[in-house]
């Protein structure tokens, strides 16, 4: 059974830094892509990050050069370092997986806020 284990979240100033992980079971993690969504009160889930199995990056424009998405295959972990947060990155953050891609965890908040 798919699992993940999102954490790191938290409350940070504008201009800091948060790194948050997603620690996932139940499936071939090394052979899948993963993502990171969030999702804002009263918004739409949105796509924030993408890596593909063979580490192929993506980002949505409104946060290239601030956020970075990696993995580490051994631990069956996703992470997404951000940077320079801004107010509007306030969210809960999502992992996600092309191996079942409607499943999803119960997320990580971020808040950013002065």
């Known amino acids: 059974q798919v699992q993940f284990v999102e954490s790191g979240g938290g409350l940070v100033q504008p201009g800091g830094s948060l790194r948050i992980s997603c620690a996932a079971s139940g499936f071939a993690f090394s052979n899948s892509a993963m993502a990171w969504y969030r999702q804002a009160p009263g918004k739409e889930r949105e796509l924030v990050a993408g890596?593909?199995?063979?580490?192929?990056?993506n980002y949505a424009d409104s946060v290239k050069g601030r956020f970075t998405i990696s993995r580490d295959n051994a631990k069956n972990t996703v992470y997404l370092q951000m940077n320079s947060l801004k107010p509007e990155d306030t969210a809960v953050y999502y992992c996600?997986?092309?191996?079942?891609?409607?499943?999803w965890g119960q997320g990580t908040q971020v808040t950013v806020s002065s």
């Open positions: 890596i593909t199995n063979i580490g192929r990056t």
């Open positions: 996600r997986t092309s191996y079942k891609p409607d499943y």
